[in-house]
């Protein structure tokens, strides 16, 4: 068998610390995984891997094939990326993540054109909300709406993330439109659980207010508060590019559009500036043109 695909598998096993999940990673079954593992141990002639039903551990032997197979691994990326960099194609494989909303809403449909244009590029994109170390799961690219980036990691400012509140036809009829942000107070309020869960702040010209809302939902999950406002469930705290959509097909109406919430930033985060790949490097450009077009 392959060695290099076996230091592969290998590596993802120590990451994952799991043979289930490296199979599923790597797209291949639990059974091949335990075959690469099998080849380095009889090639090195050592236990790599101490394993049992519920865990997997690293060997002080695995420990040195790791550092190894890390420069290996990487230095064979290296190799391919500047092969087809003479050859004016970009090569490998980019790891992204970026929040569920955005990637089901904007990403994927970016990341598609993108790769219509380097058709040997493969991505590999991780849809979550969780904040991730990009370091340590080497992420090459990290798609976040924040004010506050990490100080740690690169931020390059893609397009400014309004939000506006909003509610379904039907609510409104049924519960009457709010005239003042005070009104809030006496409506069924759903909230974003990472973003103005309790208190929404409003502004209108010079004027800032801090309704405490009672929120009648709450979620993690910015889509999941945005299909109950649009059953009729109450008036949410919704980013443009989330609901523009909607507000165009008349599903859901603003709610008191002279008072704005806080903007907020779409950044492409990365770890470092230096050593970026040519693919890394062209999808960053990608990208800022990309989200300079739609009316965000």
Not at 47 to 72: C, D, K, N
Not at 151 to 173: I, K, N, Q, T
Not at 210 to 225: D, G, M, Q, R
Request: proline share 4%; aromatic share 6%; charged share 20%.
């Amino acid at each position: 068998m392959d060695r290099l695909t076996a230091m592969l598998v290998f590596t993802e096993v120590a990451r994952s610390g799991s043979f289930s999940l490296s199979a599923k990673k790597l797209a291949m079954s639990r059974a091949m995984v335990t075959r690469h593992i099998d080849v380095l141990e009889s090639w090195l002639g050592a236990r790599i891997l101490q394993r049992t039903t519920r865990h997997v551990s690293i060997t002080q032997a695995g420990e040195a094939l790791l550092q190894h197979s890390r420069h290996l691994l990487s230095l064979v990326e290296q190799i391919e990326e500047e092969s087809a960099s003479q050859k004016h194609e970009l090569r490998g494989q980019l790891k992204l993540t970026c929040g569920v909303a955005l990637g089901q809403t904007h990403v994927a449909a970016i990341l598609t054109k993108f790769v219509s244009q380097h058709p040997h590029l493969k991505i590999d994109l991780s849809a979550s909300d969780d904040v991730v170390n990009l370091i340590e799961e080497r992420i090459d690219i990290a798609i976040r709406v924040s004010n506050t980036p990490d100080p740690m990691l690169v931020a390059r400012s893609l397009a400014v993330c309004d939000s506006v509140l909003v509610a379904s036809p039907g609510y409104l009829e049924q519960f009457g439109l709010p005239q003042q942000p005070q009104d809030l107070l006496e409506h069924r309020c759903l909230s974003y659980a990472n973003f103005g869960k309790c208190v929404w702040h409003l502004t209108r010209a010079e004027q800032h207010v801090e309704i405490a809302i009672c929120s009648y939902l709450s979620s993690n999950e910015t889509s999941v508060v945005l299909r109950y406002a649009l059953e009729g469930g109450g008036i949410a705290m919704q980013p443009t590019f989330l609901v523009n959509e909607y507000l165009k097909q008349g599903k859901l109406s603003l709610v008191l559009p002279d008072w704005h919430p806080p903007s907020m930033h779409i950044y492409a985060l990365y770890p470092s500036r230096r050593h970026l790949s040519p693919a890394v490097r062209a999808l960053l450009d990608f990208l800022v043109l990309q989200f300079a077009q739609p009316a965000w």
